[in-house]
Structures are given as structure tokens and as C-alpha cells.
């Protein structure tokens, strides 16, 4: 791993632990194997380094969105869920921190948000396109539903240990999840497109 990799990984790890004026280059150059110099050299300042550690964290799966042609949206969305959950997962603390910071250093918090602010609007494209290709309603509000289960997602692997009763079961979470999104923007689970409940019902009569 090259010099400027451990120390971003260094700092990702003493910023989660410990915060901001915990973080100090000292402690970060000792856990990246380097001297403060190259430290000071590479980055400029401690703001500039912790704001490069956050910014390359990768707390959303890349693949969360775009099309897959070989899956159904319930199964593409589920394994999106999954693998971003795990990762939200993996960063819980540091993103907890940042989060805890949010007043004192707004600009790490910030960073910490750069990367989900790119997969929410490549999320909404995707949508969008499912909509358009499987939906029963055009003019359905995407971004709101998608905001919705981006925060469930996030809201989930951030309070889930303090109020479990609140979620759905951990082996089951991805799917229920995906399953009222896809209900939300009129998109059926298998891809199949979805048929209007009072159309279904005007059939059901017609047909008795």
C-alpha cells in the first residue's frame, strides 16, 4: 500500500475513534508508519487530510442503480441493499463522528456526504427509466420515494442497535425494503408491469 493510501486509511480510523482533536497528525503518522513531514508534505494541514480520508471512504455501493437486465428489480434491489447496508456498515463509526461534528466541522461532514449525493442521483435516473419501462404511473414522484428508502437504509444501519423493535428483521430488511419501493413508484416486483388496483378490481366485477 503506498504512503498516501495508509495514511488516508490511518486518519479514516483515528477520526472514527476519536474525533476531530483527537486525530492529531502525530497519532496518524505513528499508525501509518510515516513521519509527520511526509504527512505535512502530502496533504498540507490536517483539515485537508481528514477531508480527503472522508471523501475516500466508498460508503455506497457502486452498482446501486444502474439497470440489470438479468435480474428483476425486487432481486436487483435487494442485492443493492444488501451490499449497502454492509457498508454503511463498515464505516458506522466514522460516519457517526462526522455526524456528531457536523457543527464544529461541517466541511468533513460534508465530504462524508459526497458520495452519496452521486449514487442518490444515479438512483433516481435508474428509477426513472423503471418507471418509464415497468410502471403504471408516469407522473409518479420518484425522487421522494427514493429519498424514502435511502433514509430507511441509512436510518437502519445507524439506530437499528438502539431501537431494534422499530425494523424489519436484519435477514429480512433488504427485501421488505426494495418490495415498498417498488409498490411506491407502481413497479411490480417481478418487472412485469403493475396493474392499477381499481383496475384490477373493475376486471374482478366484470368478470363475476
Not at 111 to 138: H, I, M, Q
Not at 150 to 160: G, N, T, W
Not at 189 to 207: H, I, V
Amino acid at each position: 500500500m503506498l504512503n498516501r493510501e495508509r495514511i488516508l486509511a490511518a486518519a479514516a480510523r483515528i477520526y472514527a475513534s476519536s474525533g476531530f482533536r483527537g486525530a492529531t497528525t502525530r497519532r496518524i503518522a505513528e499508525e501509518a508508519g510515516v513521519n509527520e513531514v511526509t504527512l505535512f508534505r502530502l496533504f498540507g494541514s490536517k483539515a485537508a487530510l481528514l477531508s480527503e480520508a472522508m471523501r475516500n471512504r466508498e460508503f455506497i455501493d457502486p452498482h446501486f442503480g444502474p439497470p440489470d437486465e438479468s435480474l428483476t428489480p425486487l432481486a436487483q434491489l435487494t442485492k443493492s441493499i444488501t451490499l449497502v447496508t454492509a457498508n454503511l456498515n463498515k464505516h458506522r463509526d466514522l460516519i457517526r463522528q462526522g455526524m456528531a461534528e457536523l457543527l464544529e466541522h461541517p466541511e468533513l461532514s460534508t465530504e462524508l456526504c459526497s458520495e452519496k449525493r452521486t449514487a442518490f442521483a444515479r438512483f433516481v435516473d435508474y428509477a426513472r427509466d423503471l418507471v418509464k419501462r415497468e410502471g403504471n404511473d408516469p407522473n409518479v414522484d420518484v425522487r421522494t420515494a427514493a429519498s424514502m428508502l435511502f433514509s430507511a437504509v441509512f436510518q437502519d444501519v445507524m439506530s437499528r442497535e438502539m431501537s431494534p423493535e422499530t425494523f424489519p428483521p436484519v435477514n429480512q430488511a433488504a427485501v421488505r425494503y426494495a418490495k415498498v419501493f417498488l409498490r411506491s413508484i407502481g413497479v411490480a416486483s417481478d418487472g412485469r408491469r403493475a396493474t392499477p388496483r381499481r383496475r384490477r378490481r373493475r376486471t374482478a366485477l366484470t368478470a363475476t
